[in-house]
């Protein structure tokens, strides 16, 4: 039964290094540009970092689309937006709240909720999603980000704190170094690629570990892939968590949330049009109908409302977000039968 592979061990622990380091280069290199660029973290971690972060999501997808499981895609954006928020998002609310630009977090908060709907609305009456539906959450994807690149240059930061800028002598010029703006962004594609890696080493060799362990196979997907896909969300929350870039970190949770709707799902549901799976079930209806629909609702409800109404994330809001995360795998291991 203990009978493992030695390399599987090397491999995981090597996946775990290469997630830290390469959240360190992602995170400081994306305040870095923040920074020279004079714009806000919190516009820079929903789109820049974003991306980033949910290559994992997007490899998958693709490829089980590619393969004609597009409908993995589907389980795959809601699940990493429940974990997204009600764990990875919750931790870094309920050990050091931070300030929320109101006015930056509007049209993120406004945007994925219109996603959603319209997600929703397909998964509900359509019972599947077609061909022009990817399409068309391409295009919001596409919207979306030309959007934000309008509004970062309508809305550049408006003052740094003295002692930032005195870290180092090109964030003190009025004008952006080139030669450090070229750094910063070669090391933020790096702590990507790094970070992509570290995820898939983590994953891959987990889910072989708890298989030879005798792990069900639902229990891993359910834990280690679901979660482990989440990793870079993870590992740049806590690393902008210590780092003090605290609205860098609900950016990145808020962008990451939007890209699994419309551009993960969107690039499956372009390449392989799906219906609905009817996989699991609650109380004899489909369980994602539901449970995980409205739970996505929820928790996105309750980070990002309350924020946006005082301009500031509090303690209650991720300890009812990891009790609601709780209570939603509660659901999914006693209650929840598969089909």
């Known amino acids: 039964m203990f009978d493992f592979i030695p390399t599987e061990y090397f491999l995981l622990a090597f996946g775990l290094i290469l997630l830290i380091k390469g959240g360190d280069w992602f995170v400081d290199a994306a305040s870095g540009i923040a920074k020279r660029l004079h714009l806000p973290e919190l516009l820079i971690g929903a789109t820049v970092v ?37 764990l990875i998002a919750a931790i870094t609310i309920a050990i050091k709240p931070a300030k929320a630009d109101r006015k930056t977090l509007i049209f993120p908060v406004a945007f994925f909720f219109g996603a959603a709907v319209f997600y929703a609305l397909n998964a509900y009456i359509a019972k599947g999603f077609a061909l022009w539906a990817g399409i068309l959450l391409l295009l919001g994807f596409l919207a979306y980000m030309i959007i934000n690149v309008i509004n ?44 992509a890696v570290g995820a898939y080493l983590l994953v891959e060799n987990a889910t072989a570990i708890a298989t030879q362990l005798g792990v069900p196979q639902s ?63 609650l109380f004899g209806q489909n369980a994602s109908f539901i449970l995980d629909l409205p739970v996505m609702f929820v928790v996105m409800g309750i980070m990002t409302i309350p924020a946006i109404i005082t301009g500031k994330l509090r303690r209650w809001q991720g300890f009812s977000l990891l009790a609601i995360y709780l209570a939603f795998m509660v659901m999914q291991f006693v209650f929840v039968k598969t089909v």
């Open 50 to 86: 974003s991306i980033g972060t949910t290559l994992p999501e997007v490899m998958t997808s693709a490829m089980g689309a590619m393969s004609g499981a597009g409908g993995i895609a589907y389980g795959n954006a809601i699940g990493s937006i429940i974990c997204n928020t009600s």
């Open 152 to 195: 970062m240059k309508k809305n550049p930061e408006a003052e740094e704190p003295k002692e930032e800028k005195l870290d180092s002598p090109e964030l003190a010029e009025d004008k952006p170094s080139a030669a450090g703006l070229i750094k910063d962004i070669l090391m933020l594609v790096a702590g990507a690629a790094v970070i």
């Open 219 to 281: 229990v891993i997907g359910l834990t280690v892939v679901a979660i482990g896909t989440s990793l870079p969300e993870l590992v740049t929350a806590i690393t902008s968590l210590i780092k003090g870039h605290g609205s860098l970190s609900l950016g990145n949770i808020i962008g990451a949330n939007i890209f699994n709707l419309v551009l993960v799902s969107g690039t499956a549901i372009t390449i392989n049009p799906f219906s609905i799976p009817m996989s699991a079930s």
